[in-house]
T-cell receptor, first 115, second 112 residues
Framework: EAQVTQNPRYLITVTGKKLTVTCSQN?????MSWYRQDPGLGLRQIYY???????DKGDVPEGYKVSRKEKRNFPLILESPSPNQTSLYFC??????????????FGAGTRLSVL | SQKIEQNSEALNIQEGKTATLTCNYT??????LQWYRQDPGRGPVFLLL?????KEKRKERLKVTFDTTLKQSLFHITASQPADSATYLC???????????FGSGTRLLVRP
């Protein structure tokens, strides 16, 4: 089954404790992206990647890191989480090919609480 | 700055009626508009994509329009059903860019 898998689904942590949210896709997609979703603000892009070792900042990259060492994986790293990073996070992938290149396939989401 | 706006108030309609949701964009001209459905606690699911040179796109009970003069996209669900109750998101992007801008979504409630 074609899917984007994020882990964990729920995470409670404390300020300053480094964490990683993993994301993996099995569709051989070129593009991958991380979003955060907050009430009233909608989905905002954090980082995206066009291919292995190619990443770029989205709208709200501060406080986040990403890496794309393999095509299928795109982990999101919070080196020193703060309470304002409490949010619902989504990983997404898209083919990067043709007219449908930007159609996003989303994971199920990771709800993060930073205390 | 580039903005895409959707009505933040929930749309409450009777089963069988047509639901119409609006997406307005300002300060830019996207080449594509996409619509997604999001159920509580789940990731958005793609529904339809429309290009700037297309006036209308249909898929089963769904129809999307793209009016570049009004800078607006309308999303219609005909013969609505309670199972259509969800939040609907619009998103825009340019042809050469991977950057997507999402609206904050409109919640649709279809009463039986």
């Amino acid at each position: 089954e074609a899917q984007v898998t994020q882990n964990p689904r729920y995470l409670i942590t404390v300020t300053g404790k480094k964490l990683t949210v993993t994301c993996s896709q099995n569709m051989n997609h070129e593009y991958m992206s991380w979003y955060r979703q907050d009430p009233g603000l909608g989905l905002r892009q954090i980082y995206y990647s066009m291919n292995v070792e190619v990443t770029d900042k989205g709208d709200v990259p501060e406080g986040y890191k990403v890496s794309r060492k393999e095509k299928r994986n795109f982990p999101l790293i919070l080196e020193s989480p703060s309470p304002n990073q409490t949010s619902l996070y989504f990983c997404a992938s898209s083919s990067g090919q043709g007219a449908a290149k930007n159609i996003q396939y989303f994971g199920a989401g990771t709800r993060l609480s930073v205390l | 700055s580039q903005k895409i706006e959707q009505n933040s108030e929930a749309l409450n309609i009777q089963e069988g009626k047509t639901a119409t949701l609006t997406c307005n964009y300002t300060n830019y001209s996207p080449a594509y508009l996409q619509w997604y459905r999001q159920d509580p606690g789940r990731g958005p699911v793609f529904l339809l994509l429309i290009r700037e040179n297309e006036k209308e796109k249909r898929k089963e009970r769904l129809k999307v329009t793209f009016d570049t003069t009004l800078k607006q996209s309308l999303f219609h669900i005909t013969a609505s059903q309670p199972a259509d109750s969800a939040t609907y998101l619009c998103a825009s992007h340019w042809d050469s860019s991977y950057k997507l801008i999402f609206g904050s979504g409109t919640r649709l409630l279809v009463r039986p």
